[in-house]
């Protein structure tokens, strides 16, 4: 019976994270770059059901099945596919279509985004939209003034001619890379890879996050919080009973 009460107590430790991994969702839903997390789950050790009073002549008891014990979140998994590029039509946004990293250096060192939304400093060196400066495989990104044109490899050009090139990057496991908030990762000590990528100029990548789909979820999670809630509400009556009642002399 106690057991009980941890069993949906557990279960309703998981549907609370899983609800606030979706809320978080829900409110980058219009963050540039952004990519949402699941909130993974796995079943605690069960324990084996020994058959009492068995007359096997085996010196141990007979394993006649198991006992779950409730669950516990395994980890948040961030998904990283691509969220939909929406045209801005502005020349300092810029997009990737594929897998890949603009590469920023902020104060805790080089971080990794997937939000192009990019501003020039007074001086010209390019900006994240938190401040960060972006890299590119010289250095710091200096823009003259003129015409800013960016290429599909990530080539930047004034007028024509060519002011530097932006730093792409991506990672062997890219699930070990952790969220540092402002749209930026972490590598945890991986080596970043040059790779390909085709920048688009005048788009900013959306978060892939779904609205309809993060409320299904959302419904769905409540109604397990409940349902683990009325669970642990009856074992603890059931309890009560135990303790007040069992026993009693009438």
């Known amino acids: 019976m106690i057991r009980g009460l941890y069993t949906a107590a557990s279960g309703m430790m998981v549907e609370a994270a899983r609800q606030e991994t979706i809320t978080n969702n829900l409110a980058n839903s219009e963050t540039i770059g952004f990519k949402r997390d699941l909130a993974l789950q796995r079943a605690q050790a069960e324990l084996p059901v020994l058959r009492v009073g068995d007359s096997s002549p085996l010196p141990v008891q007979p394993v006649i099945g198991t006992l779950g014990t409730g669950s516990l979140v395994a980890g948040i998994h961030t998904v990283h596919e691509q969220g939909v590029l929406r045209e801005t039509g502005r020349e300092l946004d810029l997009a990737m279509a594929g897998p890949g990293f603009f590469t920023v250096e902020t ?13 020039l400093d007074a001086d010209g060196f390019l900006l994240t939209d938190a401040g960060h400066r972006v890299m ?7 823009i003259p003034a003129g015409e800013l044109t960016v290429d599909n490899d990530g ?3 004034v007028d024509g001619a060519p002011v530097g090139q ?3 990057v991506a990672f062997a496991e890219q699930e070990l890379l952790s969220k540092q908030g402002e749209s930026l990762f972490d590598a945890g000590g991986q080596a ?13 990548e959306s978060a892939n996050v779904q609205i309809i789909q993060e ?6 999670t ?19 009973k135990a303790v007040n009642e069992i026993g009693s002399l009438r």
Do not use: H
């Open 107 to 119: 104060a805790q060192g080089l971080r990794f985004t997937r939000s192009g939304a990019f501003t």
């Open 136 to 142: 590119g495989t010289e250095g710091y990104l200096q």
């Open 155 to 157: 080539g930047l050009f």
């Open 166 to 168: 932006l730093r792409l």
């Open 192 to 204: 970043a890879l040059p790779v390909a990528a085709q920048v688009q100029q005048g788009f900013l």
């Open 215 to 220: 409320m299904v979820k959302m419904i769905a």
């Open 222 to 240: 409540q109604r397990a919080y409940e349902t683990n809630q009325r669970a642990l509400q009856a074992q603890d009556e059931l309890l009560g």
